[in-house]
């Protein structure tokens, strides 16, 4: 039955996921010219032709990710070869030696939901922060299906208590930190050389705990597999010695955005362009 499934995916996945990316992009065209412009402000040297297929790109993958999401149930360690290609898998098992855990640092790109699933299943200790549906049934169905593989889900409204609990438990916990925050909470940053509001939560997170900041991005590959790429964890850097704590933490919010940035450069068609990452922070 499992191998049927397989199969069945395997052709699913890119035919039903491109044609959602296609319905959803050039005929119900819900934010497309978001997205369009959107890619113009972080690549405005492209023809409009080359930001289109970009953010049309970014649709498909999108739909894609969302048909892979109907394996998750069947997923297990046997299919970590078949579905992952992991990289830097050192640096996490190197800050886990330390004994305080590890932050991700992480962002909207591939499928990074599969990328969640895929790091539990690999052996890392995973908590995840994340916004809960109102709707009861598919909020158990979606981060049910993850929970069965390990990950543990934080909700924003008492984050801080939760994450300090799972570093103590040796856990590595996921920021994503590519989406729109105003104020209070998000501070001044810029994105691709535009300004916009970043959240501080993993910079304050990092300053009261210096536990290791891990960028880490997935992307889809040609074959169909999904690359997991870990890289050197990011050092604290205070701004200057008479610096005070708000301003450390505006700057490294700014070298994080500045990693999320490096990632989207890499792989600018799996982004999710969509969000409205450029609001005006007020």
């Given at each position: 039955m499992k191998k049927v499934f397989l199969f069945l995916m395997k052709i699913m996945v890119p035919l039903a996921g491109d044609f959602i990316g296609l319905l959803w992009f050039d005929v119900l065209r819900i934010r497309r010219k978001v997205a369009i412009e959107n890619v113009g402000i972080a690549f405005p040297e492209m023809s409009l032709a080359e930001r289109t297929r970009i953010a049309r790109w970014s649709l498909r993958h999108?739909?894609?990710?969302?048909?892979?999401?109907?394996?998750?149930?069947?997923?297990?360690?046997?299919?970590?070869?078949?579905?992952?290609?992991?990289?830097?898998?050192?640096?996490?098992?190197?800050?886990?030696?330390?004994?305080?855990?590890?932050?991700l640092l992480g962002l909207h790109i591939g499928n990074g939901d599969f990328a969640t699933v895929g790091i539990s299943r690999v052996g890392f200790p995973t908590?995840?922060?994340?916004?809960?549906?109102?709707?009861?049934?598919?909020?158990?169905?979606?981060?049910?299906?993850?929970?069965?593989?390990?990950?543990?889900?934080?909700a924003?409204?008492?984050?801080?208590?939760?994450?300090?609990r799972a570093l103590r438990q040796n856990r590595v916990v996921i920021f994503v930190l590519d989406q729109f925050m105003g104020p209070p909470i998000g501070c001044r940053t810029r994105f691709f050389g535009k300004e916009t509001g970043t959240a501080m939560?993993?910079?304050?997170?990092?300053?009261?705990?210096?536990?290791?900041?891990?960028p880490v991005y997935t992307y889809r590959k040609k074959d169909g597999r999904h690359a997991v790429v870990f890289s050197a964890p990011v050092p604290w850097q205070d701004v200057g010695p008479n610096a005070d704590r708000d301003a450390n933490i505006a700057a490294m919010t700014q070298v994080y955005t500045d990693k999320i940035e490096e990632a989207v450069r890499k792989h600018p068609e799996q982004w999710m362009w969509i969000h409205r990452r450029w609001k005006n922070f007020g």
């Open positions: 999108m739909g894609r990710s969302l048909i892979e999401y109907l394996y998750f149930y069947w997923f297990d360690d046997e299919d970590m070869e078949r579905f992952f290609e992991f990289s830097g898998k050192e640096y996490v098992e190197a800050a886990l030696k330390e004994g305080k855990g590890a932050f908590s995840l922060i994340s916004k809960t549906f109102k709707w009861k049934a598919l909020n158990d169905f979606w981060f049910g299906v993850r929970a069965k593989h390990g990950t543990r889900f934080i924003p409204e008492k984050s801080s208590f939760e994450i300090l939560g993993l910079a304050i997170m990092a300053d009261r705990t210096r536990s290791p900041v891990i």
